[in-house]
Nanobody
Framework: QVQLVESGGALVQAGGSLRLSCVASGSGFHISYMGWYRQAPGKQRELVGWMPNIDTKNYGDFVKGRFTISRNTSVNAVYLQMNSLKPEDTAVYYC?????????WGKGTLVTVSS
């Protein structure tokens, strides 16, 4: 069993920055995919950024160079550096990892961007 805990969500003004963290805990597992998703009120969950392996980074089209995903395999962590935040980035941000054929999700961290 893998547990994920996200942190770093906060209230921030438009144009500001936040760094989200997600740490996976458990024992005896190997993570392949790590990613960040978000869900705004009344909207479907969308993919923000993902790393299918340690060398590859992908982003949703709306990111447009503002966010950077990274991972630290030694501590089973994934991060999302978010710059130039906009009010439309307001959402609950979730991390997800894949272990074998199983996908695991955190409970989310709330990011609120005020105008």
């Amino acid at each position: 069993q893998v547990q994920l805990v996200e942190s770093g969500g906060a209230l921030v003004q438009a144009g500001g920055s936040l760094r989200l963290s997600c740490v996976a805990s458990g024992s005896g597992f190997h993570i392949s995919y790590m990613g960040w998703y978000r869900q705004a009120p009344g909207k479907q969950r969308e993919l923000v950024g993902w790393m299918p392996n340690i060398d590859t980074k992908n982003y949703g089209d709306f990111v447009k160079g503002r966010f950077t995903i990274s991972r630290n395999t030694s501590v089973n962590a994934v991060y999302l550096q978010m710059n130039s935040l906009k009010p439309e980035d307001t959402a609950v941000y979730y991390c997800s990892v894949r272990v074998g054929r199983e996908d695991y999700w955190g409970k989310g961290t709330l990011v609120t961007v005020s105008s």
